[in-house]
């Protein structure tokens, strides 16, 4: 017997599969039979007569078809049950394979629009996803969660079904023109904003939105200076490091939507990368020690291989020190609060961003206070972006081209209801799938104990950035709430639900240094709505705790000297060379919108990186996964997965396309730049600006911050950070007076 085809069918509807093909598919050769999973096709050939006997037909082969369902979707293969071939083998197996892509073509349905002033969300979405109102039902706030998973689902779609007519929300004051705008007045140029000359004009060739900007009235009163220094959107990310600048003495307002400390999403970590934050002095150990829910001894990374070529398959691999330390969210928020407003600074939650408005001295912010419907407005020197992925600010800052990736992320914390032995609270699983392609995706699982027998799920999937896909929140609900228990074996009715956890993960596929846009004058986005986080790994937290002592430290000395133009504040970024490179491998990982793979192609691609990660010292699976892998070690796993499987490369062409494929060359090549000049500096250049920087900083800061930029581009940008750098000796009251 041998295997002749496998195919994903993109519809949980078995049986209808099924009833097709045992009533409606009619193929040209063959006798088809119907048995209980499908149907067998038999082929015969005619014997001639022989003296007075008549012409008999001799069966020569038979095919089975059947069809299965896992994961919410149709699986079907086909055998062959002789060693040859059946007459017209191929064309029968082509002729399936058309008639069923034609049947049950790729969908991307779209949530209901619905009225939450006519009827409830659990009433709105019932029909359209029964599972997914039944567990949200049995949540806390499960109204109110699934509320957030709409509207969060409605945000996105927005942006990505109209990436040329972002939302404008910000806009650039008449009262003034600052340092940018100076300097355009200079060039003859006075609408356009943007200082970045390599963004000028999109993929698309659409001038981005920030760059034809027409002064627009303030509805505000201006103040005589601004009332804060750093004005943050977004309370996740953006308290952490809001705290961080307010210890440094910064007059610092925290705006979020949410009841602050309120989170959709568990954080992990491990114990070394958390240090950064201890040695910024924001935590203390022992307060580390109060938000740890939960210490592994081991996660697991494991790709379902059933059905991968011997080349593609691989064992567990284990990263004892990766991703070890689960966090309890919401009191790390709720300690980085207290930290805040100990240090002077000050939350207003519940409350949304409207717009903001930039002029030469400040950004004046218009916020609505959720629970009145107040209006509240508020100046500041600077505006930080941290809304994340359905941040309008990163939208209009990128026009079409805000973020090419992102990871669908849907889950729950499960308080108790697992049987015993379902799982051992000392292990983690980092990365696990337990199906090939489902609906056009590669669903992946993470679990994470927590304290006591709470466990915490993720499901995700890597996804394209696509108007007709933009990728569901909800459709991705249904089926977590479907398949948990094919995952880890229990009874969802016996569980006992503490909340959900989702979002949107986004990845850029950065090709440079410079092609995404981070800032606008006194504007700079930070987290997810900067597109910071390993466009392979996904995980925006841990980028931004590692990547903390150097956005810190870039900010200070821009707030320090006033260098608040957005030349100057798009130096502040995360960009990681090694990092950037990475993105081919993750768009490996998407099934491109419209097309059908071979359901085993992700599995296969997944299982042949981590089994050569899982060859090499454990010190170099840690460096990979927390975006340390420097420029030999890459070459080196790149050319040992091309040599261990050959069909790597052809796949990955088939994904990215020759577009992408010459995109990605140009960010090779960038990196391999970074890490030639990084060998040649990275011992010497800090030391040596730490020496020269009383007698320049003060006299050339324009100059200063860019160096200090290229300093931390060529060791942290390539995996080899530099230790935490002192803070400059000016006091805010200085910087403030130099300032207003």
């Known amino acids: 017997m041998k295997e002749v085809l496998y195919l994903e069918v993109p519809t949980p509807e078995v049986e209808a599969v099924r009833t097709w093909l045992q009533r409606e598919f009619k193929p040209r050769t063959g006798t088809k039979v119907v048995a209980s999973s499908g ?45 040859q071939p059946a007459p017209q083998e191929k064309s029968v197996l082509k002729e399936l394979t058309h008639a069923l892509r034609d049947r049950f073509p790729n969908q991307y349905p779209q949530p209901p629009a619905i009225d939450l002033s006519r009827q409830s969300i659990f009433d709105a979405l019932v029909e359209r996803y029964p599972l997914t109102v039944k567990y949200f039902q049995k949540m806390p706030n499960g109204e109110y969660d699934l509320t957030r998973v709409y509207w969060w689902e409605q945000r996105w779609r927005e942006g990505v079904e109209n990436p040329k007519k972002p939302r404008q929300v910000v806009f650039a004051g008449g009262e003034g023109k600052g340092e940018r705008g100076e300097e355009s007045e200079r060039h003859g140029d006075k609408e356009k904003l943007s200082p970045t000359t390599n963004n000028q004009k999109l993929a698309t060739g659409t001038p981005s939105p920030l760059h034809r900007f027409t002064p627009h009235p303030s509805p505000l009163t201006p103040h005589s200076s601004p009332s804060y220094d750093l004005i943050y959107l977004g309370g996740a990310l953006g308290v ?21 400390g309120k989170m959709n999403r568990e954080w992990n970590i491990s114990r070394s990368e958390f240090q950064s934050l201890i040695n910024l002095g924001l935590f203390t150990p022992s307060e580390f020690e109060s938000v740890i829910a939960r210490e592994y001894v081991d996660g697991f990374h494991k790709f379902f291989d059933a059905n991968n070529p011997p080349a593609s398959k691989a064992p567990v691999l284990h990263t004892p020190t990766v991703l070890n330390v689960g966090l309890d969210a919401e009191k790390l928020l709720r300690v980085c609060g207290e930290k805040l407003r100990s240090y002077g600074g000050e939350i207003w939650d519940e409350t949304e961003f409207i717009r903001v408005e930039v002029d030469r001295a400040q950004v004046m912010v218009q916020a609505k206070h959720l629970p009145t419907g107040a209006m509240r407005s508020v100046t500041g020197r600077v505006l930080v972006d941290a809304m994340g992925t359905a941040s309008p ?17 849907v889950g729950a914390v499960v308080a108790s209801g697992f049987e015993p032995g379902v799982w051992d609270a000392r292990y983690g699983d980092v990365l696990n799938s337990h199906g090939d ?79 995404r846009q981070v800032a606008f004058d006194r504007l700079i986005a930070l987290g997810d709505a900067a597109s910071l986080q390993s466009p392979l790994i996904f995980t925006g937290f841990g980028s ?48 491109p919108t419209g097309q059908n793979l071979p359901p085993e ?71 391999s730049i970074s890490a030639f000049v990084s060998s040649l500096i990275r011992g010497w250049f800090p030391a040596l600006l730490r020496q020269v ?48």
């Open 544 to 591: 931004l705790v590692r990547n903390l002592p150097r956005l810190t430290h870039l900010l200070d000395t821009a707030l320090k000297h006033d260098l608040l133009s957005a030349k100057h504040l798009n130096q502040i970024r995360a960009y990681q060379s090694n990092v950037a490179v990475t993105w081919l491998f993750s768009k490996g990982m998407m099934v």
């Open 240 to 260: 952490i490091h809001a705290a961080v600048m307010a210890k440094l003495g910064y007059r610092v307002l925290l705006v979020e939507r949410l009841p602050f």
């Open 393 to 409: 600010i990163a939208w209009q800052l990128n026009g079409g081209r805000a973020f090419d990736s992102v990871c669908p992320t």
């Open 437 to 515: 392609i489902s609906r056009g995706r590669q669903l992946i699982w993470e679990l994470f104990p927590a304290d006591g027998e709470e466990l915490t799920f993720y499901l995700f999937h890597y996804h394209q950035v696509h108007p007709d896909n933009p990728g569901s929140l909800l459709e991705m609900y249904e089926d977590f709430f479907t398949i948990l228990p094919e995952y880890r074996h229990c009874d969802m009715d016996q569980l006992v639900w503490k909340k959900p956890t989702f979002g949107y993960i986004p990845g850029h596929f950065t090709t440079g240094r410079g092609d």
């Open 601 to 671: 192609r992700v599995n296969a691609m997944l299982n042949t990186f981590f089994g050569i990660l899982g060859d090499q010292p454990p010190a170099i699976a840690e460096a990979f996964i927390k975006d340390r892998v420097d420029w030999l070690t890459f070459n080196r796993m790149a050319l040992t997965a091309a040599w261990k499987n050959p069909k790597l490369l052809l796949w990955i062409w088939e994904m990215a396309g020759a577009v992408d494929f010459g995109r990605w060359l140009g960010s090779y090549l960038d990196f």
């Open 693 to 740: 920087q009383p007698w320049l900083e003060p006299r050339f800061p324009g100059f200063w911050l860019w160096l200090l930029a290229q300093s931390y581009l060529f060791t942290d940008g390539v995996g080899r950070p530099q230790a935490a750098q002192p803070r400059s000796t000016a006091t805010i009251e200085e910087q403030t007076h130099a300032s207003v």
């Open 39 to 83: 149907i067998r096709l038999t082929f015969s050939s005619t014997t001639p007569p022989e003296a007075h006997m008549p012409e008999t037909q001799v069966e020569v082969a038979t095919l089975a078809l059947f069809v299965w369902s896992l994961q919410r979707t149709t699986y079907l293969k086909v055998f062959r049950w002789t060693q």
